[in-house]
């Protein structure tokens, strides 16, 4: 039996849905333009941070005071400031409002975008990309989500946004190598700053508007439950694991074009061609493994697989770089493998954090991915500057290592679920009753009752509970 350790919580705070709330189960046009806009703001933004990578450590070359150190600081300087910048941010949004910190996010990052375009020398690439990193909108995007959806719709509405990232990775990884050898690197920052005044017209024409500022705090980072995030092992391996895998990510992509181009006679006009196949079969090939993490509740093999597929890349890359076929089949490997541990990631930190917590447990887990970013980057141009790339990839091999060690000690997953049971008799008086009632059933694991909204958010084992059990305590 478990029993709930959270005590009962009475948040304070108007409605700000854009129409009158409804408990009807299909989502509402409000909800539907607040998914679709939401998801293509941040498509439209991740698109411009990725599409440099694949072709970035050749082109780059060509800037004044270019070295292997400062283009490797180029491509990851955008996650330094993201990292520094993401918890402000979201802290600003609650005090001026979510869309206008957003559109502040999207200035800065057009702003940079222009920077970088206009650049000469690597140093003001830099610039533009520490400038671009600056808008660090991405949790802000995720609280204006939680405003402008109903409760039973909002992981639905997280993982439209969820789908949207990926995308715009596998699509920003072709398009980039295409626009490149089209305009090159300056027409790419040039179409990143086009894609950002997209993004600000369908923040405001498309994305409703908020009537008034609604706190979920659930979705808020806390420093006061900082350290209980950092002490927690379990949160604290998935948090590095996604250090890990950008990491890799930047580091090998600074390695990666270099081969293709200098090892195995790829032009560079040719890259596009060569990535697209590759990008979509990965992505056909990872949907079994995420299905089969999640339904058939293998998460922690499916992981441990994925990281040592990863590492098999490096292996394959690093030992025959010459080999045209062998580097396409370690790519099919490596973006597979990335895939399926970018899709599962956030699942298992969604699952594992508190529920009073999950703002400042996920707040953590994307400033770790934007630090992953950037000390890739960094550490590829260190070490190609003594090394040639095969030392790149040597060093992508041991972290993976390391990662594997420190996942294989995680215990196997409990399949936690989070349900959200509306209490229409919830009030100050009968709160403790209804925390007894939902404690007592079996599988429960931590209960928040929102005395305000008159609603429990309910985490339980998946495998262990009756759902019915929930319905009933209305």
């Not at 294989?408 to 989070?418: A, K």
Request: aromatic share 8%; proline share 4%; net charge positive.
């Amino acid at each position: 039996m478990f029993r709930s350790k959270i005590k009962p919580i009475n948040i304070r705070c108007p409605t700000i849905m854009t129409q009158k709330q409804t408990t009807s189960a299909a989502l509402s046009v409000s909800e539907k333009r607040t998914i679709s806009g939401l998801s293509l703001i941040f498509a439209l933004r991740m698109l411009g941070l990725f599409m440099i990578l694949p072709v970035f450590s050749l082109s780059a070359q060509t800037y004044t005071h270019s070295t292997p150190l400062l283009i490797g600081l180029a491509i990851g300087a955008y996650g330094l400031t993201q990292a520094v910048l993401q918890i402000p941010f979201g802290m600003l949004s609650d005090r001026i409002g979510r869309k206008k910190v957003i559109f502040v996010g999207l200035i800065l990052f057009a702003l940079g975008s222009v920077l970088a375009a206009m650049a000469e020398s690597i140093y003001t690439v830099i610039a533009g990309r520490l400038l671009q990193g600056s808008g660090a909108i991405a949790a802000v995007i995720m609280a204006l989500t939680a405003d402008l959806t109903r409760d039973q719709h909002r992981t639905k509405a997280m993982a439209a946004i969820g789908i949207s990232i990926g995308l715009s990775f596998s699509i920003a990884l072709a398009s980039g190598a295409a626009l490149e050898n089209w305009l090159g690197l300056a027409g790419i920052f040039w179409a990143t700053a086009v894609m950002a005044i997209l993004g600000m017209i369908v923040l405001a024409w498309w994305v409703p508007n908020p009537y008034r500022l609604k706190i979920h705090q659930e979705m808020q980072p806390a420093r006061a439950q900082l350290g209980s995030v950092l002490s927690n092992a379990p949160m604290m391996r998935v948090i590095l694991s996604i250090l890990f895998l950008h990491l890799l990510l930047t580091l090998s992509f600074f390695a990666l074009p270099i081969a293709l181009q200098d090892y195995a006679g790829i032009a560079k006009s040719d890259l596009a061609q060569t990535y697209l196949p590759v990008l979509l079969l990965a992505f056909v090939a990872m949907v079994p493994f995420i299905l089969l993490a999640e339904k058939g509740r293998q998460m922690k093999p499916v992981m441990l697989g994925a990281i040592a597929v990863l590492a098999l890349a490096q292996i394959g890359w690093a030992t025959q770089p010459q080999s045209l076929i062998l580097l396409l089949v370690c790519l099919w490997l490596f973006f597979t493998a990335f895939n399926v541990l970018e899709a599962s990631l956030p699942s298992v930190m969604s699952k594992l954090s508190p529920l009073q917590s999950k703002g400042t447990a996920m707040g953590v887990y994307a400033s770790a991915q934007f630090i992953g970013a950037f000390l890739g980057g960094v550490l590829g141009g260190l070490i190609y500057s003594y090394a040639d790339i095969q030392g790149v990839f040597l060093l992508a091999l041991s972290l993976c290592v390391v990662w594997l060690m420190m996942m294989w000690r995680m215990r196997p997953l409990v399949h936690y679920s989070h349900r959200i049971v509306p209490l229409p008799g919830l009030s100050a008086t009968t709160a403790e009753s209804y925390q007894h009632r939902l404690s007592a059933i079996s599988g429960v694991v931590e209960t928040v009752l929102v005395v305000e909204d008159q609603l429990a958010y309910v985490k339980f084992v998946a495998d262990e509970i009756e759902l019915n059990e929930l319905e009933s305590i209305r």
